[in-house]
């Protein structure tokens, strides 16, 4: 215990601390901490504030010089939230916009005491507190909205008005909880990012509104806790790999770091959710999705976007170890143009200024796999632009934002990604576009138009097609070995289970060789009675030209890279492949395509074997 309070000297003032092993159920929950009471407390800010003027850690001064920018772009713009529902009916722009004003705003006033902050900050309050509803239809919109409103009322309570506190309080009674049970009880159990955010908001509202309702809001922290225990076994579970992508684990992580920071300061303990399996260690699956081009490994709704990852400041400091945020406190400090918009960045800062500069140096480690719903690996030679990265993805379709990308790959070398995965339309036009056929992107069935957006389809990524069929959406493709060794960093893949009417045997080995070469070994046992005819397909940004000797990929300035087979007679192909069953609505999608396709196709004849080996080549 005298570790827990160690790290987080401000415990001791508040309720009595409990271990981390106390049963949730029966531990008494009351909050006794006076206002502000999330996060930190006055005297925890002002010791905050001095690590800030310090100026020890860059990364920390320029992230705290964008927030307060940020907060002085709002306050001069003087633009407040308005209740407006996009085409989707969703109001969750607004909630986000609304949580961003009221956090920068509350943050700014609280370092500088600057009234235009507050005066801001409680306009904001008002007029969101004012809706009609937080549209409890798509309830991450109240869950954001909510966690801005109790940030905003915790922060300023001493300053606002009476009337802005009272209207806060029927605001959160009202539109959070009020709405919390019946029908909407079961998305509290979501066992993705929705459960993150909702339990995550309703946990501090709870706690920001304590003096409300004690019973009723003790009653919302033992039920968050509870729920998000429960949940968060599924998430990251057993190495750390965020089911729904490394977009996701950003989101939805942010959201239990902020839970568990509350907890940690009013219970002494976050009640073993930062302890959960593959919790801490989800940490360096994000730090290893990005390449060292800066591009993520983006399979899942996950995006090309090179973006900052906040969230592991929080993770450098609980595990003592800076290497986590090395390639983030580098990309700071390199960014002229680096902006901090982060609708959570009160809980990034703090973090951020609990990491020492001088303990921030590369991780030796050169190599992650982890099993899961979606086993990866990734490798690298290093940390820097030019070295060599490779990602590779098993998994299937069964999770929330999953596409049919099982085999998958991505590859880089001398700062060029020659292997990619392919962008997708967004979620508005793909919803807008399947509305007209009375269709959803969110269905995830075989049968699914889902499968048929450009983007979603193996047609589309850097795996195989047999048959011309997509993925079996059922099965799953496991991770059966690790390969690190010196000269060969990889993994060994077995596909069987997304093929199972279409194949017997498939298994696919993708490796970097020597830190300079791609080597991909696909083994194939077509069925009984019936061909399997094969498409190896790659996706990719480079220039194309079908040669002789295989497939030249030109880009950059004059690098050059040879794919070639061998192991069966193959016919090399260029150019995109649209799925069978594509409705005439998702065909723009694919007139848009700018990615480039390179591959081949070869049979395997009725119960016979074939054994292929491509590589990728500089000349």
């Not at 008494?28 to 001095?50: C, G, I, Q, W």
């Not at 004012?130 to 909510?146: G, Q, T």
């Amino acid at each position: 215990m005298a570790v827990l309070l160690l790290m987080l000297p401000w415990a001791a003032a508040q309720t009595t601390a409990h271990s981390a092993a106390a049963d949730i159920k029966t531990v008494e929950l009351a909050v006794t901490a006076d206002h502000p009471r999330l996060l930190m407390n006055d005297k925890e800010f002002s010791k905050y504030r001095k690590r800030v003027n310090s100026s020890v850690n860059r990364s920390l001064t320029a992230m705290h010089d964008s927030y307060i920018q940020w907060a002085d772009r709002i306050v001069e713009e003087g633009k407040v939230p308005e209740f407006k529902k996009d085409a989707s009916g969703k109001l969750l722009k607004v909630s986000r916009d609304a949580l961003g004003q009221i956090t920068a705003c509350s943050y700014a006033y609280r370092f500088t005491k600057d009234p235009k902050y507050l005066n801001h900050a409680e306009l904001v309050l008002n007029q969101v507190c004012d809706f009609e509803s937080w549209n409890p239809r798509h309830f991450l919109d109240v869950a954001e909205m909510a966690l801005g409103v109790a940030i905003g009322y915790d922060w300023l309570y001493r300053k606002l008005d009476e009337q802005t506190r009272e209207k806060c309080e029927k605001a959160i009674r009202r539109c959070l909880f009020d709405c919390t049970g019946g029908s909407q009880r079961k998305r509290f159990h979501l066992a993705n990012n929705w459960g993150q955010v909702l339990n995550s908001s309703l946990l501090c509202s709870a706690v920001a509104f304590y003096d409300t309702d004690p019973e009723k809001c003790a009653g919302y922290i033992r039920r968050a806790v509870m729920d998000s225990q429960e949940l968060m076994k599924n998430l990251y579970a057993p190495d750390g790999i965020y089911p729904e992508g490394v977009i996701y684990w950003d989101y939805g992580t942010s959201f239990s770091i902020m839970m568990n920071a509350v907890l940690e300061q009013h219970y002494g303990t976050d009640f073993g959710l930062s302890e959960c399996t593959g919790f801490r260690k989800s940490a360096w699956f994000q730090v290893f999705s990005r390449g060292n081009t800066g591009i993520p490994f983006n399979w899942s709704d996950s995006t090309t976007e090179d973006r900052y990852h906040p969230s592991l400041w929080y993770f450098a400091y609980k595990c003592s170890d800076g290497s986590m945020v090395y390639v983030e406190n580098e990309k700071i400090l390199s960014d002229k143009k680096f902006r901090f918009r982060e609708r959570l960045g009160v809980i990034f800062l703090y973090y951020a200024s609990r990491c020492r500069a001088k303990d921030i140096v590369p991780s030796e480690s050169l190599y992650y796999s982890g099993l899961g719903t979606n086993p990866l690996v990734m490798a690298r030679t290093g940390w820097k632009r030019a070295d060599a990265y490779l990602g590779v993805k098993g998994g299937g379709a069964c999770n929330n934002h999953s596409h049919l990308d099982a085999g998958s790959f991505v590859f880089e070398l001398d700062g060029i990604r020659w292997a990619c995965d392919p962008p997708y339309p967004g979620y508005a036009k793909s919803e807008n576009a399947l509305r007209t056929i009375d269709g959803t992107p969110w269905n995830r069935k075989q049968s699914s138009y889902r499968w048929k957006i450009r983007g979603y389809n193996n047609l589309q990524h850097s795996t195989l097609t047999i048959n011309g069929k997509d993925h079996d959406c059922r099965g799953v493709a496991t991770l059966e070995e690790s390969i690190d060794m010196p000269d060969r960093k990889g993994g060994r893949f077995h596909l069987t289970g997304i093929f199972q009417e279409e194949a017997a045997y498939v298994d696919r080995t993708v490796c970097m060789c020597d830190g300079e070469w791609l080597e991909v070994v696909d083994e194939i046992t077509a069925l009984e009675g019936k061909d399997a005819d094969v498409y190896w397909n790659m996706a990719t940004q480079a220039v194309s030209e079908i040669t002789p000797e295989g497939i030249v990929l030109k880009a950059g300035k004059g690098s050059r890279m040879l794919l070639r087979a061998e192991g069966a007679e193959v016919e090399y192909c260029m150019g995109q492949r649209i799925p069978s069953g594509v409705p005439d609505c998702l065909m723009p999608f694919y007139e848009e395509d700018k990615t480039n396709y390179v591959g081949f196709t070869f049979t395997v004849p009725a119960g016979q074997d074939a054994r292929v080996r491509v590589t990728l080549k500089k000349l």
